[in-house]
């Protein structure tokens, strides 16, 4: 059975840091490209960070270039997002997500599998 879980969302204070998880099951991480979105109320789903398939290339929304660091161990099936100077407008659920494409790694169209995602609030 195939399955994204994310996971250390949490309320934190604007500044502050999280660091978000990302574990699969039933594939093997090393065959995807690993992307991390976020929704927040009444906002379009948007890209965050993606990671190829070797963490040597990553990439990053505009929003956060700085700011969160994507990164990945395959032999632990496991995708890291370390969220450093958090801001409130930072505040939403943030989804791991994962494809075996190679369309644009920034456009959720062509993800194979989503996790339900995990809550980030950042208060001010």
């Known amino acids: 059975q195939v399955q994204v879980v994310e996971s250390g969302g949490g309320l934190v204070q604007a500044g502050g840091s999280l660091r978000l998880s990302c574990t699969v099951s039933g594939f093997t991480i090393n065959n995807y490209r690993v992307g991390w979105f976020r929704e927040a109320p009444g906002k379009e789903r948007e890209f965050v960070a993606g990671?190829?398939?070797?963490?040597?290339?990553?990439y990053y929304g505009d929003s956060v270039k700085g700011r969160f660091t994507i990164s990945r161990d395959n032999a632990k099936n496991l995708v890291v997002l370390q969220m450093n100077s958090l801001k409130p407008e930072d505040t939403a659920v943030y989804y791991c997500?994962?494809?075996?494409?190679?369309?644009?790694?920034?456009?959720?169209?062509?993800?194979?599998?989503w996790g339900h995602g995990t809550l980030v609030t950042v208060s001010s």
């Open positions: 990671v190829e398939w070797s963490d040597a290339y990553t």
């Open positions: 997500a994962a494809t075996s494409g190679v369309g644009h790694i920034k456009s959720k169209v062509g993800y194979n599998y």
